[in-house]
T-cell receptor, first 111, second 112 residues
Framework: EAAVTQSPRSKVAVTGGKVTLSCHQT?????MYWYRQDTGHGLRLIHY???????EKGDIPDGYKASRPSQENFSLILELASLSQTAVYFC??????????FGKGTRLTVV | GDSVTQTEGQVALSEEDFLTIHCNYS??????LFWYVQYPGEGPQFLFR?????EKGSSRGFEATYDKGTTSFHLRKASVQESDSAVYYC???????????FGDGTVLTVKP
């Protein structure tokens, strides 16, 4: 079974502070993704990566940066957290034409 | 851009009822279509996919048929169980990048 591990599982951040969400996969997958889920809505793609040291913008990249230092690790960075970034964030991975595997999510609350 | 519309935001059924969740999509080209299920405290889990017109995907008693003519991929199950209670997402995706565009989800509640 594919494994995608996110840390932390929940976090409270202060407005204007820096937040880093981490993701680790043991699947040897090429592609990794960061999605955001807001209450009552589906998931929206923030950033993705298909190879280490390279990232691509998704559908809602503003206010977020991503970093892929190795094939296994993919981070999402909020340089200046804002109230509107309160949400649940999901990391996912995939290789070839397989299904996309999601982590359990990180609940971020910005106060 | 690409989009997915799920008509029902919430569905409440009793065990052994028939389930239909409507999904319509708008996309250029020929996307793959997916159904995902999400349980509380978990990430979405792949249910099944279909990649071409008239192809039927199925898993765990759920099924949906890709219909390019009506741009639909409706989820159906003949007899739901309480354990099917969850949020169901329809999604479309690019075959190469695997990027997914999700609908807003449908909360299914099944009463015993």
């Amino acid at each position: 079974e594919a494994a995608v591990t996110q840390s932390p599982r929940s976090k409270v951040a202060v407005t204007g502070g820096k937040v880093t969400l981490s993701c680790h996969q043991t699947n040897n997958h090429d592609y990794m993704y960061w999605y955001r889920q807001d209450t009552g809505h589906g998931l929206r793609l923030i950033h993705y990566s298909y190879v280490a040291d390279s990232t691509e913008k998704g559908d809602i990249p503003d206010g977020y940066k991503a970093s892929r230092p190795s094939q296994e690790n993919f981070s999402l960075i909020l340089e200046l957290a804002s109230l509107s970034q309160t949400a649940v964030y999901f990391c996912a991975s995939r290789t070839g034409r397989t299904e996309v595997f999601f982590g359990k999510g990180t609940r971020l609350t910005v106060v | 851009g690409d989009s997915v519309t799920q008509t029902e935001g919430q569905v409440a059924l009793s065990e052994e009822d028939f389930l239909t969740i409507h999904c319509n999509y708008s996309a250029s080209g020929y996307p793959a279509l997916f159904w995902y299920v999400q349980y509380p405290g978990e990430g979405p889990q792949f249910l099944f996919r279909a990649s071409r017109d008239k192809e039927k995907g199925s898993s765990r008693g759920f099924e949906a048929t890709y219909d390019k003519g009506t741009t639909s991929f409706h989820l159906r199950k003949a007899s739901v169980q309480e354990s099917d209670s969850a949020v169901y997402y329809c999604a479309l995706g690019g075959a190469n990048t695997g990027k997914l565009t999700f609908g807003d989800g449908t909360v299914l509640t099944v009463k015993p």
